[in-house]
């Protein structure tokens, strides 16, 4: 390592004129550096400028920006107080469960009737009651004939009590 460094150095020695012409050269050719923007005027009249463009903003369409915000603020409480109306006299929630229960309950007996009515009823033996039950109980109304001698017996029927009233 020793070696190293003298052997550098000693090439260093030789050839320093040559370095020195060369770091001259660089040197010239190599960029000045800018000057600083901090101090330069140019940005002290930047920044006054834009601060009479905030406070121009400020005084001029602050004093709007507060009257929206005062107006805004005013239909906000309008339309807070339409929903606490609705929430609380047109649609209030424990009216609208107490229905909603009342429904659960009325359903719950429909249910029960339409269980009800769909028994089997067979309870008729002979041939032609037994027809007729069946008839009644097919829910179709158009099934049902009803001529002149099946309804004779009521006919007669009816006309006796009319008699009896009379008498």
Request: aromatic share 4%; glycine share 6%.
């Amino acid at each position: 390592m020793v070696t190293a460094l003298g052997n550098a150095s000693g090439w260093m020695w030789r050839h320093r004129l040559k370095i020195l012409a060369l770091v001259l050269v660089l040197s010239l050719l190599a960029p000045k550096p800018a000057p600083a923007q901090i101090f330069s005027p140019v940005v002290a009249i930047i920044v006054a400028a834009l601060n009479s463009i905030n406070q121009a903003l400020t005084s001029v369409i602050g004093g709007a920006l507060d009257i929206m915000n005062q107006t805004l603020g005013a239909i906000q409480g309008l339309f807070q107080a339409v929903q606490d109306l609705f929430q609380k006299v047109v649609y209030p929630q424990a009216l609208i469960d107490r229905a909603r229960g009342l429904v659960g309950q009325v359903m719950g007996m429909y249910n029960q009737i339409r269980a009800i009515s769909q028994v089997a009823v067979h309870s008729a033996t002979l041939a032609s009651p037994r027809a007729l039950e069946q008839k009644l109980l097919s829910r179709d109304p158009l099934s049902i004939r009803v001529s002149r001698h099946s309804i004779s017996p009521f006919i007669r029927l009816c006309h006796l009590r009319r008699m009896r009233r009379r008498n």
